[in-house]
Nanobody
């Protein structure tokens, strides 16, 4: 079955950086677009970034454009989210998502940006 396992979250000061990873299994990774979402307390889950099959096309939410970079390594079945210039408003649980069937989510990884 589809499995997505996120890692790399943590506590970071404003202006800092983190790199999230999502290890995927149970499907042919290279044939699916991959997405990162986030959900802050009391807010709806929102799409942060999307990467298409071969990594050539990407999409970013306006709130993270120029600061976050999504990438993928099809040989390792892993998608990454490099987050730079982090702000307190980036604090959220970050989820990996793939649109297989009704959609599959990872368990999420907490990112806290605070001084």
């Amino acid at each position: 079955q589809v499995q997505l396992v996120e890692s790399g979250g943590g506590l970071v000061q404003p202006g800092g950086s983190l790199r999230l990873s999502c290890a995927a299994s149970g499907f042919i990774f290279s044939t699916y677009a991959m997405m990162w979402y986030r959900q802050a307390p009391g807010k709806e889950r929102e799409l942060v970034a999307r990467i298409f099959l071969a990594g050539g096309r990407t999409y970013y939410a306006d709130s993270v454009k120029g600061r976050f970079t999504i990438s993928r390594d099809n040989a390792k079945n892993t998608v990454y989210l490099q987050m730079n210039s982090l702000k307190p408003e980036d604090t959220a649980v970050y989820f990996c998502y793939v649109g297989i069937g009704s959609g599959s989510w990872g368990q999420g990884t907490q990112v806290t940006v605070s001084s």
